[in-house]
């Protein structure tokens, strides 16, 4: 089935030591996104890339940074991560057609910082 | 901008008990709408959508009509079962070339058996 890859689904990093989440879609989207989630509460997106085109949000900081080496795959690198970077790491995709960007999320990468 | 407001949780049913959550949105133009359910330890899933006003998404027993005259985009499903059990969510994708969603902050919804 077309889908989503996050990997690793736990991961576990000692506080300021870098860190890198992967991505991977086989559904071919043009979009894909980053998004950090706490406690249930709504994800908050981190940056997307349309193609290979890069948008980071006003807020996130310069500790997070990414890559997308072609359309499969997506990485998240936290550079040095401090314990309030503890979340669950969400990826998503979105087929950007006709309009509407419904997104396809993968099942998230749970980082924890020792 | 555009922002989506939903009914404060946590919210707890018994089984076979009708579930309503509320959703309202602010928006300029005509938004995309959509409900995602969030599952224990996984990532979201799509529920339903709706793309215009007066569409009715729908699946697995759930349903959700858009409203443009109230900006409503309530979720509902007349008869849950214990694995219902999940974190909702509604979110709002602006109208024109926007790839963004705009969430609303979730809704905990608990069904004991």
């Known amino acids: 089935d077309a889908m989503v890859i996050q990997n690793p689904r736990y991961q576990v990093t000692q506080f300021g030591k870098p860190v890198t989440l992967s991505c991977s879609q086989t559904?071919?989207?043009?979009?894909m996104y980053w998004y950090q989630q706490k406690s249930s509460q709504a994800p908050k997106l981190l940056f997307h890339?349309?193609?290979?085109?890069?948008?980071n949000e006003a807020d996130t900081p310069d500790n997070f940074q990414s890559r997308r080496p072609n359309t499969s795959f997506c990485f998240l690198d936290i550079r040095s991560p401090g314990l309030g970077d503890a979340a669950m790491y969400l990826c998503?995709?979105?087929?950007?057609?006709?309009?509407?960007?419904?997104?396809?999320f993968g099942p998230g990468t749970r980082l924890t910082v020792t | 901008g555009d922002s989506v407001t939903q009914m404060e949780g946590p919210v707890t049913l018994s089984e076979e008990a009708f579930l309503t959550i509320n959703c309202t949105y602010t928006?300029?133009?005509?938004?995309?709408l959509f409900w995602y359910v969030q599952y224990p330890g996984e990532g979201l899933q799509l529920l339903l959508k709706?793309?215009?006003?007066?569409d009715k998404g729908s699946n697995k027993g759930f349903e959700a009509t858009y409203r443009k005259e109230t900006t409503s985009f309530h979720l509902e499903k007349g008869s849950v079962q214990v694995s219902d059990s999940a974190v909702y969510f509604c979110?709002?994708?602006?109208?024109?070339?926007?790839?963004?969603?705009?969430f609303g902050a979730g809704t905990t919804v608990t069904v004991r058996a």
């Open positions: 559904l071919n989207h043009n979009v």
């Open positions: 709706a793309t215009k006003a007066d």
């Open positions: 979110a709002l994708q602006g109208s024109g070339n926007d790839y963004k969603l705009s």
């Open positions: 928006a300029t133009g005509y938004p995309s």
């Open positions: 890339y349309y193609d290979k085109d890069f948008n």
């Open positions: 998503a995709t979105s087929p950007a057609r006709d309009w509407t960007y419904e997104q396809y």
